[in-house]
Antibody, heavy 119, light 109 residues
Framework: EVQLVESGGGLVQPGGSLRLSCAASGFTFSSHAMSWVRQAPGKGLEWVSAISGGGGYTYYADSVKGRFTFSRDNSKNALYLQMNSLRADDTAVYYC????????????WGQGTLVTVSS | NFMLTQPHSVSESPGKTVSISCTGS????????VQWYQQRPGSAPTTMIY?????PSGVPDRFSGSIDSSSNSASLTISGLRTEDEAEYYCQSYNSGWVFGGGTKLTVL
């Protein structure tokens, strides 16, 4: 059974940093690209970032480019999203998502972790 | 920028069939796969249809997906509606970047 468990969310002041983690299990982790998708309160889904199975390629939405860094540790089946220079409009639930191999297609989602940026 | 447009809301009665559309703003929607995600209130999204018309294991065959190139749109069709189908539905595709539709709230009344 595929499981994706996010952690690391919380309250942070504007300009601050936070690191999200996602623990994955139930599939061959290194064979699949992974993504983060966020959802601001009362809003729709927004893709944030993706990483290739080997970790050598990363992609970012314009809204987070230069501020967020996505990495993975295939020896630990773990993902990390380092978020710096956080702004109020980064407030959202952040979902870890498994892609179908390298395709821009999500087949499994985590339960999400809430990030609140506020003073 | 490529956009996917969905109706804000649809409603239908239990046992009936409903279709939710997802229209591409430019280019051909058939050039890339379309996915459909269901999100019940207070829950994470789940994948109902991937690669235009494929169902993950565990998704009932009451859910189906299709592409209509003539209208540059994708559709999610749910037959035999149940109250548990009441949720927000999002389409998603890729065109020089990931794109989500704005979501459609399905009410089953």
């Amino acid at each position: 059974e595929v499981q994706l468990v996010e952690s690391g969310g919380g309250l942070v002041q504007p300009g601050g940093s936070l690191r999200l983690s996602c623990a994955a299990s139930g599939f061959t982790f290194s064979s699949h690209a992974m993504s983060w998708v966020r959802q601001a309160p009362g809003k729709g889904l927004e893709w944030v970032s993706a990483i290739s199975g080997g970790g050598g390629y990363t992609y970012y939405a314009d809204s987070v480019k230069g501020r967020f860094t996505f990495s993975r540790d295939n020896s630990k089946n773990a993902l990390y999203l380092q978020m710096n220079s956080l702004r109020a409009d980064d407030t959202a639930v952040y979902y870890c998502a498994k892609q179908r191999y390298a395709l821009p297609v999500i087949d499994y989602w985590g339960q999400g972790t809430l990030v609140t940026v506020s003073s | 920028n490529f956009m996917l447009t969905q109706p804000h809301s649809v409603s239908e009665s239990p046992g009936k069939t409903v279709s939710i559309s997802c229209t591409g703003s430019s280019g051909s929607i058939a050039s890339n796969y379309v996915q459909w995600y269901q999100q019940r209130p207070g829950s994470a999204p789940t994948t109902m249809i991937y690669e235009n018309n494929q169902r993950p294991s565990g998704v009932p065959d009451r859910f189906s997906g299709s592409i209509d190139s003539s209208s540059n749109s994708a559709s999610l069709t749910i037959s035999g509606l149940r109250t548990e189908d009441e949720a927000e539905y999002y389409c998603q595709s890729y065109n020089s970047g990931w794109v989500f539709g704005g979501g459609t709230k399905l009410t089953v009344l």
